[in-house]
């Protein structure tokens, strides 16, 4: 019923910019926060970044001061712009958006599929 479906993934060179994509489609009603964690080779899924519906934003240390997370609420789509890439920001990203569908009244829990980003020093 409802999918989130990343974009923008793949190689990137240390010092470097890549930007991710996620729109989310499907009989949705509202979206509530919208998330962006990553999950690098042998380590647990950790979060990067999480905006609110009206734009509040946290960082994760690691990538504070370097990524910014946006997103459009017509589009019903989130954003991750990385800035000054790091070999160790390599990770698929995932996204991650608390959806209510029409005629629903609770917020749903969604992921995307995840795309990778590699970044080469």
């Known amino acids: 019923q409802v999918q989130l479906v990343e974009s923008g993934g793949g190689l990137g060179q240390a010092g470097g910019s890549l930007r991710l994509s996620c729109a989310a489609s499907?009989?949705?009603?509202?979206?509530?926060?919208m998330a962006w964690y990553r999950q690098a080779p042998g380590a647990q899924r950790e979060l990067a970044a999480v905006?609110?519906?009206?734009?509040?934003?946290n960082y994760a240390d690691s990538v504070k001061g370097r990524f910014t997370i946006s997103r459009d609420n017509a589009k019903n789509t989130v954003y991750l712009q990385m800035n000054s890439l790091k070999p160790e920001d390599t990770a698929v990203y995932y996204c991650n958006a608390n959806i209510r569908i029409s005629g629903m009244l609770t917020y749903l829990n969604y992921w995307g599929q995840g795309t990778q980003v590699t970044v080469s020093s």
């Open positions: 905006i609110t519906r009206d734009g509040s934003t």
């Open positions: 499907g009989r949705i009603a509202s979206i509530n926060d």
